[in-house]
């Protein structure tokens, strides 16, 4: 499987309607590395996502995926190359789990769409990774948040794509499964050096496993780079409205956000500075 794809937006710009949500943006995806898209709600993080994957057609600009405009290469061989969760996805009523995660394997099946051993181990080895091997046989209308959004991410990941887009991961997980599905995402990368583009709420969480953060406000890119060179107070307080400290995380030593609220400020801001100088 070849992971040095490239992956880019060029003056992008999207609108719904008469509303701009994109206004001529670009970006250059780091290949082989982790790339967490950030930014305020309705600030067109998702939509950039979307018009990446191609599910959302650009009015003006580009989306190239190895030079070529995304939306005019086939879907067939777009979904060879690039895998896809959305935020909201649905499965048909009654599906078990091991035939929604066989749906990944649909972009590789051949002419006579012929199943193998190989698709049967793919689809074995995204179950394994995502901890769902026991829910194989449980449709998945009766599995719980947290289970369906870890079977929707099996089913990405028996897609084996070079490039894997991601809205939301850990939406619906407890803080647990958050962290695992954020670790597994990591091991994949590593592993298989697939490039890998999310959205994230989360901002501690983006800048302790992303490699290059893109924070999207109002519809144009307001930085690019590492965590730790994105992650500065006057950023967080532009992009986001929120003043906050800047601490180095005790765990994996990037940036990490600390609000400053309307309440316990001063006491607030002593604890941080105690822990910083612990």
Same mark, same amino acid.
């Given at each position: 499987?070849?992971?040095?794809?490239?992956?880019?937006?060029?003056?992008?710009?999207?609108?719904?309607?008469?509303?701009?949500?994109?206004?001529?943006?670009?970006?250059?995806?780091?290949?082989?590395?982790?790339?967490?898209?950030?930014?305020?709600?309705?600030?067109?993080?998702?939509?950039?996502?979307?018009?990446?994957?191609?599910?959302?057609?650009?009015?003006?600009?580009?989306?190239?995926?190895?030079?070529?405009?995304?939306?005019?290469?086939?879907?067939?061989?777009?979904?060879?190359?690039?895998?896809?969760?959305?935020?909201?996805?649905?499965?048909?009523?009654?599906?078990?789990?091991?035939?929604?995660?066989?749906?990944?394997?649909?972009?590789?099946?051949?002419?006579?769409?012929?199943?193998?051993?190989?698709?049967?181990?793919?689809?074995?080895?995204?179950?394994?990774?995502?901890?769902?091997?026991?829910?194989?046989?449980?449709?998945?209308?009766?599995?719980?948040?947290?289970?369906?959004?870890? *079977?929707?991410?099996?089913?990405?990941?028996?897609?084996?794509?070079?490039?894997?887009?991601?809205?939301?991961?850990?939406?619906?997980?407890?803080?647990?499964?958050?962290?695992?599905?954020?670790?597994?995402?990591?091991?994949?990368?590593?592993?298989?050096?697939?490039?890998?583009?999310?959205?994230?709420?989360?901002?501690?969480?983006?800048?302790?496993?992303?490699?290059?953060?893109?924070?999207?406000?109002?519809?144009?890119?307001?930085?690019?780079?590492?965590?730790?060179?994105?992650?500065?107070?006057?950023?967080?307080?532009?992009?986001?409205?929120?003043?906050?400290?800047?601490?180095?995380?005790?765990?994996?030593?990037?940036?990490? *956000?600390?609000?400053?609220?309307?309440?316990? *400020?001063?006491?607030?801001?002593?604890?941080?500075?105690?822990?910083?100088?612990?």
């Amino acid at each position: 499987m070849t992971t040095d794809h490239q992956l880019s937006a060029s003056e992008v710009s999207v609108a719904y309607g008469e509303v701009s949500v994109l206004d001529g943006l670009s970006i250059d995806i780091a290949p082989g590395r982790i790339t967490a898209i950030v930014g305020a709600n309705a600030s067109g993080k998702s939509t950039l996502l979307r018009a990446m994957s191609r599910l959302v057609a650009p009015t003006a600009g580009a989306v190239l995926l190895d030079g070529a405009a995304i939306h005019k290469l086939p879907s067939r061989e777009v979904a060879r190359v690039l895998g896809l969760l959305p935020q909201s996805p649905t499965a048909p009523e009654g599906i078990v789990v091991a035939d929604l995660v066989a749906r990944g394997r649909h972009p590789h099946l051949g002419m006579l769409q012929r199943w193998t051993a190989e698709d049967e181990a793919a689809v074995e080895r995204a179950l394994a990774a995502t901890d769902t091997l026991d829910l194989a046989d449980r449709t998945v209308d009766e599995l719980s948040g947290g289970q369906r959004q870890r *079977v929707w991410i099996a089913m990405a990941l028996a897609q084996e794509t070079g490039v894997l887009l991601l809205d939301e991961p850990t939406t619906y997980l407890d803080v647990t499964h958050q962290v695992e599905t954020l670790d597994l995402l990591q091991d994949l990368n590593h592993a298989r050096g697939t490039t890998i583009v999310m959205v994230l709420h989360d901002l501690n969480l983006a800048a302790r496993y992303a490699d290059q953060l893109v924070a999207v406000a109002s519809g144009r890119i307001a930085a690019v780079g590492a965590p730790s060179e994105v992650l500065t107070a006057g950023l967080v307080e532009e992009v986001f409205g929120l003043r906050c400290e800047i601490i180095d995380d005790p765990v994996s030593g990037t940036p990490l *956000v600390v609000p400053i609220g309307r309440h316990r *400020v001063r006491s607030a801001i002593g604890a941080v500075a105690g822990a910083a100088g612990a």
